[in-house]
């Protein structure tokens, strides 16, 4: 049982990157999934969630417009967008599997990856 997070690379001001967030040994369509980053010197941050129920997403005001999730339950993955990127986006990014986004974004999580480093630099 795997949740691997991936994609994450240098990218100039304005660029764009998709993160990826792969299970392994279980169905990533019955879990809330929440994209969350730390960026060095700061705490983690919560950037979105989608919901099992209506695949809604939620988003951070701080990256609202910019980020958008997706799903593709053939590949039992989550996708993460990232669009318009600004060197303050700089951060591992993580994702984090659980019953609901309330729930996931509080820190309950039934799965999490590991990071991928995103690098937003001129």
């Known amino acids: 049982v795997q949740l691997q997070a991936s994609g994450g690379g240098l990218v100039q001001p304005g660029g764009s990157l998709r993160l990826s967030c792969a299970a392994s040994?279980?169905?990533?369509?019955?879990?809330?999934i929440g994209w969350f980053r730390q960026a060095p010197g700061k705490e983690r941050e919560g950037v979105s969630c989608i919901s099992s129920s209506d695949h809604k997403a939620y988003y951070a005001i701080s990256v609202r417009g910019r980020f958008t999730m997706s799903r593709d339950n053939a590949k039992n993955t989550v996708y993460l967008q990232l669009n318009s990127l600004k060197p303050e986006d700089t951060a591992v990014y993580y994702c984090?599997?659980?019953?609901?986004?309330?729930?996931?974004?509080?820190?309950?999580?039934?799965?999490w990856g590991q990071g991928t480093l995103v690098t937003v630099s001129s």
């Open positions: 984090g599997a659980g019953g609901d986004c309330i729930g996931v974004m509080g820190g309950d999580h039934d799965y």
């Open positions: 040994g279980f169905t990533l369509d019955y879990y809330a």
